[in-house]
């Protein structure tokens, strides 16, 4: 079965320090998104990303964020001068049609980003 | 806006037991749910899902059934597995135009022998 494949699994940096979560969707999917998960908390949205650019973020995806699919294959998140609340999983999820259509999405077994 | 409400764990049940998470959820129109199962040290994997009222979603013995005059999707398993332990999130997607996932906050399943 296809998979959304996300590295590393776990990212150490250190506070004020940029760093770059990779995804790689499953290849004819279409839509790609990203969601975080503070420790003990709610899962939320952060960005969706259709036809190399951002279709919506939510409030939390400020100027620090950023996505990008440098290759066709990869979709990236980038984090300029991480904070301590940055820390948290950080799901990759793509899907073949807007919203997830009728197969929804399919997440990554995520990145656990902690900063020192 | 759409939000999704979970009964708080952790749940903790003895191998065989009956299981009943309870999901609540508040939106406008008709949201698809789902609930969606976090093993530990994995990912989220969407377990089943329902797309209008009176559906029932089944997987792996698991069952929850669309109750859009109780706006609820109750988890349920007649017999838990230690295998089952896990986090469970149940979620809603509207549909209409663009709608994230709202993940409600996770309840965590503890299965002894």
């Known amino acids: 079965e296809p998979e959304v494949t996300q590295t590393p699994s776990h990212q150490v940096t250190q506070m004020g320090q940029e760093v770059i979560l990779r995804c790689v969707p499953i290849?004819?999917?279409?839509?790609f998104y990203w969601y975080r998960q503070i420790l003990g908390q709610k899962v939320e949205f952060l960005v969706s990303?259709?036809?190399?650019?951002?279709?919506?973020k939510s409030e939390i995806f400020d100027d620090q964020f950023s996505v990008e699919r440098p290759d066709g294959s990869n979709f990236t998140l980038k984090i300029r001068s991480t904070k301590l609340e940055d820390s948290a999983m950080y799901f990759c999820a793509s899907s073949e049609a807007r919203s997830g259509g009728s197969h929804g999405y399919t997440f990554g077994s995520g990145t656990r980003l902690t900063v020192v | 806006g759409n939000s999704v409400t979970q009964m708080e764990g952790p749940v903790t049940l003895s191998e065989e037991a009956f299981l009943t998470i309870n999901c609540t959820y508040t939106?406008?129109?008709?949201?698809?749910l789902f609930w969606y199962v976090q093993y530990p040290g994995e990912g989220l994997q969407l377990l089943l899902k329902?797309?209008?009222?009176?559906d029932k979603g089944s997987n792996k013995g698991f069952e929850a059934t669309y109750r859009k005059e109780t706006t609820s999707f109750h988890l349920e398993k007649g017999s838990v597995q230690v295998s089952d332990s896990a986090v469970y999130f149940c979620?809603?997607?509207?549909?209409?135009?663009?709608?994230?996932?709202?993940f409600g906050t996770g309840t965590r399943l503890l299965v002894s022998p």
């Open positions: 990303f259709y036809n190399n650019e951002i279709s919506e």
């Open positions: 290849s004819n999917h279409l839509y």
């Open positions: 979620a809603l997607k509207g549909n209409t135009g663009f709608q994230k996932l709202v």
């Open positions: 939106a406008t129109g008709y949201p698809s």
């Open positions: 329902a797309t209008k009222a009176d």
